[in-house]
C-alpha cells in the first residue's frame, strides 16, 4: 500500500478549478499506474489539468502533440542522419561518427522515460492519429520500455510517467486502447464551477458583473442551432473585453444588449444566428 | 466483491471486462477508495471506458445501491409481453393474486401501474434465477410495492463530501444526453462514417515517395534518384437513396436531413435519389419525385462496386411491397412487385445497406421491415447501427 508520503495527492493547483471527482480519478489512476484519458468538449480544460497535475506535484511536463503525420518512432526516437552525413563530410565535430548513439535523440516519450525525475506526459488530442498509431503507442506505455533499432538497444523508463491522454473524438477509441486506460469524460462546467474558475482568472471582478455574465453567458449557450458553443476559453476573453470598455455598463446587459458577440460565436453562421434570436427574445 | 454489480453492468449493456474488474480491486486495495462515492467515481473511470454508458452506469448504480428502479435495457419484448399477460390476467384477479402470492385486498389496494410493475420485477426475479446468477438487491420479498427492499443507511461512508451522496449524483443521470440513445449529431455522423472511404491514387505524380527514394538511391550507389507517387483520393461511390414520401417518415427527417448534409460534404461521388415507402420501377433524383426520374433497370449498367445505401423505415402495407401493382403511383405499372426491384437493388450492388431510423426493438412489430430486413442487411439508423453499416459496406465480400 503505498503511503500518503510517496504518492502525493494532487488536489489543484492556483490556475485550475478542479472538481472532486476528478481529483479523485487523477490520484486513483496514479496509484494505479495507469494512463488516464480525458474526454470532453472542447473547453473544458483538459490540457490545463495535465498542466496542474505537473505543477502541483512539481513534476516536469512533456506534452506530445499528435498529430495526423505523427509516426510512432517519431515520438520515441529520432536518428539524425543528416547531422551524422553532415559530420562525416567535414568531421568538424565532437561527436563520433562510428558511434551511432550520438546521433539519437529521444523523442518525446523517450524523454519521458529516461528522465531523472518521475515526469507529467500529456498525450493530447490522440483522435487526431490513427487506429494502429494509438495501439502501438499504448503497447509501448504498458511495457515502459522501446528498443532503438539503429544500436540495437533497449530503453526502459527508469520512473513510470504519470501519463494524461485527452481526446475531442465523439468516437471511441478501440477497445484494446481503452482497455489499458482509465477513463473520464469532463462534462461541461456547472455555473457554480464556472464563476470560480472565472474567480481564478479574475480575483477583482465585481460580484455583480461575475453574475451578469456567467448567466448571460450560459443563457447564450442555450440557443438554438449553433455548431460551436462557447466555452469556458471564450467567456475569460469575453469577460476581458468587457472590462477593457469603458462605456459598458452591467446594467444594459440586463436589458439584453449584449457587446462584444464576435468573442463567444466564432463562426459567422452562428454569429448571426445568436444576433437574431437575441433581437427575438429582446422584442 | 462486487461481483454481482459486474455482471449487472454487463447485463445492461456496458462493455466491462474483466481485467478491468480486477484493477478495480487493486484500486480498492491501494486505499485511496474510501466510500462509496469514492467507490462510484473509482469504479466508473476504472471499468466504463465510454461516456455514453455513463448513463447506464448511473442507473445500475443507483439499482444496485439503493434499489432504484432499474430499466429493462434489452428493450420492449418483455414490457409488451408483460402487459398482454397481465391484460388477460386482469380479467381473473383471483388467479392473479395466487400467482403473485399476495392476497386479492392486497392486490386491489395497488394502483395498475404498481401492480405493473410488481409483476415485471418478480418476472425479471425470476428470469435471472434461470440465468443462475445475481441476486437482484431491491426487489426484496413479498412486499407489495417493488423497490422497498434493501437500503443501507448511512451511503456517505467517510464524510467525503460530493456535496451529494454517491446514489443521488448517480440518479441525477448527468450523462443522459451522452447515452447511446441521444439523438444524433452531424459530428458524430462524420466520425461514424469516416471510415467509409476508399484511397486511390489519382492525379499528377507529385508526391516524394521517401522510402522508394532511399532505395532507389542506394540501388544507384549513392547518386540521388527521385521517386514520385500519385496523391491518394477518395474514390468510392455512393448512391444513397431517401425514403421521403409519407407521414411515417415525418418524425425522422431530422436525423436523415443530418445524415443527407454530411453525405453531400463529404463524398465527392454521391448520387441521391428519393423514392416513397418502397422501390418500384423508378427512383427520382428531385425530392417532390416529378421531375427527374431514374429507371431501376439502367442502374444495371453502373459500378457495381458503387456502395448502396437506402435510408427508410422499411414500414408499409404489406400489398405495396408484394403486389403487382403495388406502388400508389399510377404510372408505374410494369408488372413487377416492389420485392423484385429491392432484390435487383440487392443483386446489382452487393456492398449495400439500408438504414432505418426506428429503433431496432420495433423491428419485428412491422411484418414488412422483417421482408426487406432479409434481402438488405438492415442498421437502426444511430451511432451504433452506422458503425455496423459502414463494416458491412467496406467488408470486402
Known amino acids: 500500500m503505498p503511503d500518503q508520503g510517496t504518492n502525493p495527492a494532487f488536489s489543484g493547483s492556483s490556475k485550475y478549478v478542479l472538481d472532486e471527482e476528478l481529483a479523485k480519478i487523477v490520484n486513483i489512476s496514479i496509484a494505479l499506474e495507469m494512463p488516464l484519458l480525458l474526454k470532453g468538449e472542447p473547453g473544458t480544460g483538459k490540457t490545463m489539468l495535465a498542466h496542474s497535475i505537473a505543477e502541483t506535484l512539481g513534476m516536469p511536463l512533456i506534452v506530445l502533440n499528435v498529430k495526423s503525420s505523427l509516426k510512432l518512432v517519431e515520438a520515441l526516437y529520432q536518428y539524425d542522419t543528416l547531422t551524422r552525413l553532415n559530420d562525416s563530410r567535414f568531421g568538424d565535430s565532437s561527436r563520433d561518427v562510428s558511434n551511432i548513439q550520438d546521433y539519437i535523440r529521444m523523442g518525446k516519450i523517450g524523454r519521458a522515460f529516461v528522465a531523472d525525475t518521475k515526469t507529467v506526459l500529456l498525450i493530447d488530442e490522440i483522435d487526431k492519429a490513427d487506429t494502429d498509431f494509438q495501439d502501438d503507442m499504448l503497447d509501448v506505455l504498458d511495457q515502459m520500455e522501446f528498443d532503438i533499432i539503429e544500436i540495437d538497444k533497449t530503453i526502459s523508463a527508469r520512473l513510470r510517467p504519470v501519463i494524461i491522454i485527452t481526446s475531442n473524438a465523439k468516437k471511441d477509441l478501440s477497445d484494446p486502447f481503452l482497455g489499458r486506460c482509465n477513463f473520464h469524460h469532463i462534462a461541461f462546467p456547472e455555473p457554480d464551477m464556472m464563476r470560480q474558475i472565472v474567480r481564478v482568472h479574475f480575483s477583482d471582478l465585481d460580484n455583480e458583473l461575475l453574475e451578469i455574465c456567467v448567466k448571460t453567458f450560459y443563457g447564450l449557450r442555450e440557443l438554438q442551432g449553433i455548431e460551436k458553443k462557447p466555452a469556458t476559453r471564450e467567456l475569460i476573453n469575453w469577460i476581458r473585453a468587457l472590462r477593457q470598455d469603458h462605456d459598458f455598463r452591467p446594467k444594459d446587459m440586463v436589458q439584453g444588449k449584449i457587446p462584444f458577440l464576435g468573442i463567444l460565436f466564432k463562426k459567422s453562421p452562428d454569429y448571426q444566428q445568436a444576433v437574431q434570436q437575441i433581437r427575438r427574445r429582446r422584442s | ?397
Not at chain 2, 473509482?42 to 430499466?71: C, M, N, T, W
Not at chain 2, 464524510?159 to 451522496?165: D, E, I, P, V
Not at chain 2, 489519382?202 to 508526391?207: K, S
Not at chain 2, 532511399?214 to 527521385?226: F, L, P, Q
Request: aromatic share 10%; charged share 25%.
Open chain 2, 1 to 397: 466483491m462486487f461481483v454481482d454489480f459486474f455482471y449487472m453492468l454487463r447485463d445492461s449493456g456496458v462493455p466491462v471486462s474483466p481485467t478491468s474488474f480486477l484493477r478495480l480491486h487493486k484500486a480498492l486495495k491501494s486505499g485511496l477508495v474510501t466510500g462509496l462515492s469514492d467507490f462510484y467515481t473509482a469504479a466508473r473511470a476504472i471499468l466504463v471506458k465510454s461516456e455514453r454508458y455513463f448513463d447506464i452506469y448511473d442507473q445500475v448504480f443507483a439499482h444496485f445501491f439503493q434499489g432504484a428502479e432499474l430499466p429493462d435495457f434489452k428493450g420492449a419484448e418483455l414490457d409488451a409481453a408483460a402487459r398482454a399477460l397481465l391484460d388477460e390476467w386482469l380479467k381473473d384477479p383471483q388467479a392473479l393474486a395466487e400467482a403473485l402470492g399476495i392476497n386479492q385486498d392486497e392486490l386491489k389496494a395497488m394502483s395498475p401501474e404498481e401492480l405493473l410493475k410488481y409483476f415485471l420485477d418478480r418476472l425479471k426475479e425470476q428470469t435471472e434465477a434461470h440465468h443462475g446468477g445475481s441476486r437482484w438487491i431491491g426487489t426484496g420479498g413479498t412486499s407489495p410495492v417493488g423497490h422497498s427492499g434493501f437500503h443501507p443507511g448511512g451511503m456517505r461512508v467517510g464524510g467525503r463530501s460530493m456535496n451529494k451522496s454517491a446514489v443521488k449524483v448517480a440518479l441525477d443521470r448527468r450523462y443522459r444526453d451522452y447515452s447511446i440513445e441521444g439523438p444524433l449529431t452531424q459530428a458524430q455522423m462524420g466520425e461514424a462514417l469516416k471510415r467509409l472511404r476508399r484511397m486511390v491514387p489519382v492525379g499528377p505524380r507529385d508526391n516524394l515517395n521517401i522510402d522508394e527514394t532511399i532505395s532507389a538511391t542506394t540501388k544507384n550507389a549513392g547518386e540521388i534518384e527521385i521517386v514520385f507517387d500519385k496523391g491518394l483520393r477518395d474514390r468510392l461511390k455512393i448512391i444513397l437513396m431517401i425514403d421521403n414520401g409519407g407521414w411515417s417518415m415525418d418524425p425522422y427527417v431530422e436525423v436523415v436531413q443530418t445524415l443527407f448534409n454530411y453525405s453531400r460534404s463529404q463524398f465527392k461521388d454521391l448520387k441521391t435519389f428519393y423514392f416513397h415507402n418502397s422501390i418500384y420501377d423508378f427512383v427520382w433524383e428531385d425530392p417532390p419525385r416529378r421531375y427527374k426520374p431514374q429507371r431501376i433497370q439502367d442502374l444495371a449498367s453502373w459500378d457495381p462496386d458503387s456502395r448502396l445505401v437506402i435510408v427508410g423505415d422499411a414500414s408499409m402495407a404489406p400489398y405495396e411491397l408484394m403486389a403487382t401493382d403495388g406502388s400508389i403511383h399510377i404510372e408505374e405499372r410494369s408488372g413487377l412487385p416492389s420485392i423484385d426491384r429491392l432484390n435487383l437493388l440487392a443483386k446489382l450492388f452487393r456492398h449495400c445497406a439500408w438504414l432505418n431510423p426506428t429503433p431496432s426493438r420495433l423491428w419485428s412489430m412491422t411484418r414488412t421491415i422483417g421482408i426487406i430486413y432479409s434481402i438488405f442487411p438492415m442498421f437502426e439508423l444511430t451511432l451504433d447501427g452506422l458503425d455496423g453499416a459502414v463494416t458491412q459496406l467496406m467488408s470486402r465480400n
